[in-house]
């Protein structure tokens, strides 16, 4: 589904990524771990499109298209999704039009109908419930007055109303006490199928103690030092990063 | 123009389209919202004066100031506060396109048997051009010792992670930009009590960003 060959990436003159290789594969998942500054956010980005101030080199496939030629919105078309770390708020927007405008484009490009504002009001409820997020969240300006916790939420929110194919999620687990994460976990881990993929990129085992990725990778000083499957993140668990340097 | 609120009172007051003057008066424990919504048209100034005569009194004043190309508005609101216990709540928001200029004074005074007073104001502003031009700045002058008072200004453009965050849950850059300029405007039209007011508001906003962006590209 994915295939990332000798990624460069640098910005103001200071390199970040330094040749990476990935391959994701249809119903995979794949945790990426590392400390700050790795490279792990920048990766992500990229993946999903953020150009402004990068300097990229190498190659991005996505289901055999040039990733890298494509605009943010039509890699979210094409089945892309990245739950942010530090989500942004905008007042004045409601979460249900803010998530059924971006449905709708998303529908439009896979040709599929938009969905009956009741059929939306149905599933939104539903999932918001689902994740335990106030039905008058939905009222709300996108993430104003969230919690840290309640703005990761909506993160999965949004990526089980939207249905991408390839979810990156960046630090999900960052800020979630032990019950959300939980919940968070049993979202994800519900969406999981043959078709779609995930990328979890996080700094802690923690989240992978719920949810069980196909492999893991250790990321450096924007390189990968390691791959492995899942036992790789109890390595790291129990000897830190220190011994990968 | 003069208004004054008697006690108890509660009005929502609009500043004519053509700008102008204004002098509120405000009774005890009376409450006033203010909208001073300026969208295109021909240069103009408007002028807002509010005094706090009675006790416990309350005023929320909301600017929205839109200019194009070639056009200045021009706000300048002065609260005077003179009782005791009232709040003073000022927002305005600007959204400039190329060749849009704007100004915005707000000063507060707070005279001293103005004690207990809470005091809000925020100006905060979207260039949407190198060349859109924004100034301004606000006045406190306080002769009471235990007030609230807090203020803000800004200017800057739509924020690239703002927009990315959009673009990323399948919107184009346009529409994104779009989205979100209409969204800051919504914070004070949503204050209009009056559904089919507000519609209206929304409608020639979204009409007339949708005329900036795509003159844009």
């Known amino acids: ?245 | 123009m003069d208004i004054f609120l008697k006690e108890n009172e509660h009005r929502d007051c609009f500043m004519p389209d053509g700008g102008g003057g204004c002098n509120v008066y405000l009774g005890r424990n009376s409450s006033l919202r203010f909208f001073t919504f300026n969208l295109g048209g021909k240069s103009l100034k408007n002028e807002l004066n509010v005094v706090f005569k009675g006790k416990g009194a309350r005023a929320e004043l909301y600017g929205l100031y839109l200019p194009q190309d070639g056009q200045v508005i021009e706000n300048e609101t002065l609260l005077r506060h003179q009782a005791p216990s009232c709040e003073s709540f000022q927002r305005y928001y600007g959204i400039l396109p190329m060749g849009g200029k704007a100004v915005f004074n707000g000063k507060i005074l707070i005279e001293r048997k103005a004690q207990k007073t809470k005091a809000y104001l925020e100006s905060k502003n979207i260039l949407l051009s190198p060349d859109a031009q924004m100034l301004g700045r606000p006045f406190l002058e306080i002769f009471a010792d235990d007030v609230q008072c807090t203020h803000g200004f800004s200017s800057s453009q739509i924020e690239e992670d703002e927009i990315f965050y959009l673009r990323s849950r399948g919107h184009n850059l346009e529409s994104a930009k779009r989205i979100l300029l209409l969204s800051f405007a919504q914070r004070n039209i949503d204050k209009v009590a009056d559904e089919e007011t507000k519609n209206i508001l929304c409608e020639r906003i979204s009409r007339f960003l949708s005329e900036k962006l795509e003159a844009k590209n």
Request: proline share 3%; hydrophobic share 40%.
């Open chain 1, 1 to 245: 589904m994915l295939t990332i060959k000798n990624l460069q990436v640098s910005t103001e003159g200071k390199e970040i990524l330094k040749g990476v290789d990935l391959e994701i594969k249809a119903g995979q998942t794949h945790a990426i771990m590392g400390q700050n500054g790795s490279g792990k956010t920048t990766l992500a980005k990229i993946i999903a499109g953020q150009q402004e101030g990068f300097l990229v080199q190498g190659r991005i496939s996505f289901l055999g298209k040039n990733l890298l030629q494509m605009e943010p919105e039509e890699r979210a078309k094409a089945g892309i999704f990245m739950a942010f770390q530090s989500p942004i708020e905008i007042p004045g927007l409601a979460l249900a039009s803010f998530l059924t405008s971006s449905l709708n484009e998303i529908s439009k490009s896979r040709g599929e109908r938009p969905l009956d504002p009741m059929d939306f009001s149905d599933l939104a409820k539903e999932e918001a419930a689902f994740l335990g997020l106030k039905q008058e969240f939905l009222a709300r300006g996108v993430n104003e007055g969230f919690s840290g916790g309640e703005r990761k939420k909506n993160e999965i929110f949004q990526m089980r109303v939207l249905r991408p194919l390839l979810s990156i999620l960046d630090e999900i687990d960052s800020g979630l006490d032990v019950d959300s994460l939980k919940k968070v976990a049993q979202a994800i881990n519900e969406s999981r199928t043959r078709e779609n993929s995930f990328l979890i990129i996080t700094h802690y085992q923690r989240i992978l103690n719920y949810i069980k990725p196909d492999f893991v990778h250790v990321m450096v000083g924007g390189r990968i030092a390691r791959s492995g499957g899942a036992e790789l993140a109890l390595e790291i668990e129990e000897k830190g990063y220190g011994h990968l340097s």
